[in-house]
């Protein structure tokens, strides 16, 4: 009983949702270096570099679709009504993941014109290296804004009751 509230204690906005974010950052920059390698090495290693951005776009699509959902389900209903002043910055952030999610769907277009017959593979290898690097934008200011402030302000100014039924709310809808 000792250890259990020990443990929820401890607990934080920031840590639970802040490892999402820890290796999103990471596949970030490997889809960054394998943009790189697209443009550079062009109808070269057209496959292999295809193979590894089809495959990263696969874990922001299903991994970053489950951490938006919670923050929209849980986190940001709960701190726009108990932190009224953080709303202007969740109403962004709330833009942002639908940006996200568009972008992300033309991507996936995107990369499903390499099947088809006839089309120009160097028009479209700089389609997804534009694509993909508004995305890395997109995220990586999205995610430093959460990381910075949002996650950050939580933790601090929550009262602890509110943040233990927050964290208690988080983890009921995650399992
Ligand atoms: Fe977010
Ligand atoms: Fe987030």
């Known amino acids: 009983m000792h ?6 204690k401890s607990k ?25 390698k697209l443009r550079f090495e062009g109808k070269q290693n057209l496959g292999k570099n295809l193979k590894e951005i089809r495959g990263l776009v696969a874990y922001f699509k299903r991994e970053l679709n489950g951490h938006m959902k919670e923050e929209e ?3 940001f209903p ?11 910055m969740i109403c962004l952030l709330l833009s942002e993941h639908q940006d996200f999610r568009n972008s992300l769907r033309e991507m996936r277009l995107s990369l ?7 089309r120009d593979k160097t028009e479209l290898i700089h389609k997804i290296e534009e694509q993909g ?14 990381t910075q402030s949002l996650y950050r302000v939580a ?21």
């Open 3 to 8: 250890l259990v509230a020990e443990r929820s």
């Open 12 to 36: 934080s906005i920031f840590t639970i949702l802040e490892k999402d974010h820890k290796k999103t950052f990471q596949n970030l920059d490997l889809f960054y270096e394998v943009l790189r």
């Open 73 to 75: 389900k849980t986190l």
């Open 78 to 88: 709960f701190l726009q009504s108990y932190i009224p002043r953080l709303e202007p």
């Open 112 to 118: 499903l014109e390499f099947n088809k017959a006839g």
């Open 133 to 146: 690097t508004y995305l890395v934008c997109l995220l990586r200011s999205h995610m430093q804004v959460e």
């Open 155 to 175: 933790d601090k100014e929550l009262h602890p009751s509110e943040k233990k039924r927050l964290i208690d709310q988080m983890e009921r809808n995650a399992s």
